[in-house]
């Protein structure tokens, strides 16, 4: 079963059910990538690309509410991609300007 984020197709409607916590999820990974960068990439003076720990970890996040639908796990590998595509990044791009 395939479960759909956009039209909650496969998840449970009601309220804090499966589809408002697999949207949760999406602003949850914002704030965590906020505030990585903030801290760890001004603060710190590490490379770190929001744009990059964005893409990655909400790409990875679909992916995976979007075959298990299980908002849960799919916010543990959100958080991977986030912390992944974040410093992952300025290896392979420049985040300079």
Not at 6 to 25: D, I, Q, R
């Amino acid at each position: 079963m395939v479960y759909n984020i956009m039209t909650c197709g496969g998840f449970g409607t009601e309220v804090l059910g499966g589809c408002s916590l697999a949207w949760a999820g999406f602003v949850v990974l914002f704030f965590l990538g906020a505030l990585l960068r903030k801290y760890a990439g001004e603060d710190m003076d590490i490379d770190f690309s929001f744009f990059g720990s964005l893409v990655i970890g909400f790409l990875s996040y679909l992916v995976v509410v979007t075959i298990t639908g299980s908002p849960r796990w799919s916010i543990v590998v959100g958080i991977i991609g986030i912390v992944v595509g974040g410093y992952g990044a300025p290896f392979i791009i420049d985040t300079e300007g």
